[in-house]
């Protein structure tokens, strides 16, 4: 059974950085096109960032863009994500997401997506 599992959120200060993490297991990660999302309080789950298996062509939403970097490293079965520069308005539960399906798809949809992680808090005060 594939698992997702986040790490690296917590409390930081506006325009302060945080790296997230998110570790699978119990399937081959190189397989898989990877995502993160963000759900802030009343809010839907939104993309934030996507990286393809094959070529590792990444996406991003405009207001992340230029700030966040995510990456992948699928000897550690690991994919991360960069945020610099942190606003208030980023403050949610950050997921990351796996796609096994191998058909063409923009990853910037939650129903692109087969597996899913618990979350992890970023909170970013003023």
């Known amino acids: 059974q594939v698992r997702l599992v986040e790490s690296g959120g917590g409390l930081v200060q506006t325009g302060n950085s945080l790296r997230l993490s998110c570790i699978v297991s119990g399937g081959t990660m190189r397989s898989y096109a990877m995502g993160w999302f963000r759900q802030a309080p009343g809010k839907e789950r939104e993309f934030v960032a996507a990286?393809?298996?094959?070529?590792?062509?990444?996406s991003y939403r405009g207001s992340v863009e230029g700030r966040f970097t995510i990456s992948r490293d699928n000897n550690k079965n690991a994919l991360y994500l960069q945020m610099d520069s942190l606003k208030v308005e980023d403050t949610a539960v950050y997921f990351c997401?796996?796609?096994?399906?191998?058909?063409?798809?923009?990853?910037?949809?939650?129903?692109?997506?087969?597996?899913w992680g618990q979350g992890t808090q970023v909170t970013v005060s003023s």
């Open positions: 990286i393809r298996r094959s070529d590792f062509r990444t």
């Open positions: 997401a796996a796609r096994e399906r191998t058909t063409t798809v923009t990853l910037r949809n939650r129903r692109d997506y087969d597996y």
